[in-house]
């Protein structure tokens, strides 16, 4: 029997040949560029577990943004660093809070930058865990209430999107209410709907100087075993407002990535997280691996998978490659 007709190395002959026939494509538009925002003035101080990333203070965050506008990329996300933390997280609602002050700065300088701000209170409460402790245990009705004040408080500010990441129920649809209470109608949610409780978040919690100093997130954050319950949970994220929903982590999760876009009709974000990004970084260092086409390989197959927004510390470097290509 011989080969046959059909030989599919026609379409792979060159590289125009492979370009005409590709079926994914990734630019710029696609990305979203986490950011780390510090009390204080003066600061870009390098991040010591996340190679290329940096704190910033509110007036040096602004020439950050503006690199990663001129790149291209449509948004930031925002996470802060208070210079006090307390048991309730108060930092996080406070007007002069330092994303509240790091919204202003970069919404003046840059209006047509989307601005994203993460809202949870493991950054800012003593105890590192995502809302208010009540006999041991994470309150979860309390804690929303005050996720609703935060985003409120952002909103305030220019956020143009708020992102809650603490894994509380119905978090979404008391946001939701708050924010079209105080008239913040237009303000869009991008909730972290599916966040796992994962290992590879490492590098962050050092990062946002954010791990708990007891127990663990597995009350609160999904099981990495379930994948059903993050199909219930996007879509009750859905319910209650969301406009777009999140897969986190992303490498280990294109499983779940695919289910939301097969099922949902909404935007389906994923975030590349900490891990994930330094495993890359070691790796290259180490000359285990191309650092340009691991890259691209990693958000092609999140973007293979089904995101529409990544959202990921590789953002600036992808764009840079994006350019080249």
Request: net charge negative.
């Amino acid at each position: 029997m011989g080969i046959g007709r059909k030989r599919m190395r026609r379409l792979r002959t060159t590289e125009a040949m492979r370009r005409l026939v590709r079926d994914i494509s990734i630019s710029a538009d696609d990305l979203v560029y986490p950011l780390f925002v510090k009390a204080g003035s003066g600061i870009k101080s390098p991040i010591k577990s996340m190679d290329g990333c940096f704190h910033f203070s509110d007036d040096t965050v602004v020439e950050e943004a503006a690199e990663v506008m001129s790149l291209g990329i449509p948004a930031v996300l925002l996470f802060g660093l208070p210079g006090q933390k307390d048991q309730q997280g108060s930092g996080a609602w406070m007007d002069d809070g330092v994303v509240q002050q790091a919204v202003r700065a970069i919404k003046k300088q840059l209006p047509e930058l989307l601005v994203i701000t993460d809202v949870c209170l493991c950054e800012y409460t003593s105890h590192g865990h995502c809302g208010v402790i009540n006999s041991g245990k994470v309150d979860n009705d309390k804690t929303c209430q005050l996720l609703a004040k935060t985003a409120v408080s952002h909103a305030h500010c220019g956020a143009d999107m708020i992102a809650p990441s603490d894994m509380m129920d119905g978090r979404v649809g008391v946001i939701r209410d708050a924010l079209d209470e105080a008239g913040f109608v237009d303000t869009a949610i991008m909730a972290y709907s599916a966040k796992y409780a994962s290992a590879f978040y490492g590098p962050f919690r050092d990062a946002a100087e954010s791990a708990p100093s007891f127990g663990d997130r597995k009350s609160y954050q999904m099981d990495f075993r379930s994948a059903g319950q993050a199909v219930a949970q996007m879509n009750l994220d859905i319910e209650q407002g969301a406009d777009i929903i999140m897969v986190k982590p992303a490498v280990g999760y294109l499983d779940v990535i695919s289910r939301a876009r097969q099922r949902f009709d909404v935007p389906v974000a994923a975030y590349n997280v900490s891990g994930e990004y330094m495993m890359i970084n070691d790796a290259a260092k180490a000359g285990h691996l191309d650092r340009e086409q691991a890259i691209m390989e990693t958000l092609f197959s999140i973007k293979r998978a089904g995101a529409d927004i990544i959202v990921t510390y590789f953002a600036k470097e992808a764009a840079e490659i994006i350019r080249k290509q």
